[in-house]
């Protein structure tokens, strides 16, 4: 029977699933790119008392102007470019999407790459176009060049480092890209501190170029937090969808602090990187797991026996949860991807790993 909202939702939404959150309790996270750790006991305190003055009686500021400064000098954003701030990236790409929404305009990104791009594009009403990556999850830059030409994107999203591949693209095939795009490129810099290498400085060469960041992979994933950086032309566009008040003041209060005390996550980034090397190493040294080269905190593998369902299950039951990237017949098949842990979760989740085989 037809029901009141299955007559009034839009068929885009009612043919979507919900965003999936396993919901389980006391097991080792490594499912979704979250730093293992906290601030230590010592800045812990600070920020607390940091957060003792705020007046959330009043709205925040609109646009968060003490994190502008600070924000700036850490990615060195360029003087010509503008900030705009999202609640999370996800709302970022949102509000991208909802101003350049329009029927027949197509969203055109590499794949598999970030969901949330085909999502959205999806929910706005517009076309997404997938460009299968090539060999290693390198960008195949005569597909993406015939599929530009093809689809005339209104928007192309390049995650580098891409999620769930692991890897950073050629500067010089994005680069291209950009040259080549109609209309705007986002460069999507999730994972930028794991990696090193940026096109912010780009921004002042490349006006239809925006770089989006997020404090999310890097220790701050429940403050929501995602930057996007790029030429007022653009976002002086974006800021009128952006809803008033996106940055809440415990978030805002939050970064500010988080801003001050850097080099403690520069350390966790660091000890991060250093573990990566080691957890890789490890996943080599078994012969029935295939792995990619990563630029992230994470790690794409493929199970070459065992189905990766089954993989992902009997880590589960051993308490720990990754993500189980499988879809039969494409670049997926059999792969899965772990986040990099504090050193203690990633040994037990290898002592498991390796009983699995
Ligand atoms: C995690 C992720 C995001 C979303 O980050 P939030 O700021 O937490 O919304 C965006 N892009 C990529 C590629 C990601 O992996």
Redesign the pocket.
């Known amino acids: 029977m037809q029901t009141r909202a299955s007559r009034w939702v839009r068929e885009a939404i009612q043919s979507q699933d919900s965003y999936h959150v396993p919901d389980v309790a006391d097991v080792i996270k490594l499912d ?2 979250e730093n293992p750790w906290s601030f230590p006991p010592e800045i812990d305190a600070a920020w607390r008392e940091s957060l003792a003055g705020i007046a959330l009686n009043r709205y925040p500021d609109p646009v968060a102007r003490d994190l502008h400064a600070p924000l700036r000098a850490l990615m060195q954003v360029p003087d010509s470019a503008s900030l705009l701030l ?1 609640n ?6 949102q509000f991208i999407l909802l101003s350049l929404a329009a029927p027949g305009r197509t969203v055109l990104a590499p794949s598999p ?2 969901v ?1 791009y085909d999502v959205l594009a999806k929910a706005c009403g517009m076309e997404y176009a997938a460009v299968p990556l090539g060999d290693d999850f390198s960008l195949d830059l005569p597909a993406m060049s015939r599929a530009i030409e093809e689809h005339e994107p209104a928007v192309i999203f390049l ?1 580098s480092p ?2 769930p591949t692991g890897n950073l693209f050629e500067s010089a095939q994005v680069e291209e890209i950009i040259a080549i795009a109609p209309g705007l490129v986002v460069v ?1 810099e ?2 930028q501190p794991f990696a090193g290498s940026s096109f912010m400085s780009r921004l002042d060469s490349c006006p239809n170029l925006v770089v ?1 960041r ?4 890097v220790g701050l ?1 429940g403050l ?3 930057i996007l950086a790029g030429h007022g032309e653009w976002l002086d566009e974006f800021n009128k969808l952006r809803l008033p008040y996106n940055i809440n003041s415990l978030t805002q209060a939050t970064a500010a602090f988080a801003l001050q005390n850097w080099d403690v996550f520069q350390q966790q980034i660091d000890a991060i990187c250093e573990e990566r090397k080691r957890v890789l190493e490890a996943l080599k040294a078994m012969p029935w797991i295939t792995t990619w080269p990563s630029q992230t905190n994470f790690i794409l593998f493929r199970s070459e026996s065992q189905p990766a369902d089954t993989v992902h299950a009997r880590l589960l039951v051993d308490g720990i949860l990754i993500k189980n990237l499988h879809r039969p017949g494409t670049a997926l098949e059999n792969c899965l991807r772990v986040t990099i842990g504090s050193p203690d979760e990633n040994d037990t989740f290898l002592a498991s790993l390796s009983r699995s085989a």
């Open positions: 979704a790119m999202g999370g990236s996800d709302e970022i790409i790459s970030f949330m995650a891409n999620n999507d999730a994972y989006m997020t404090l999310s992979k994933a929501r937090l995602g």
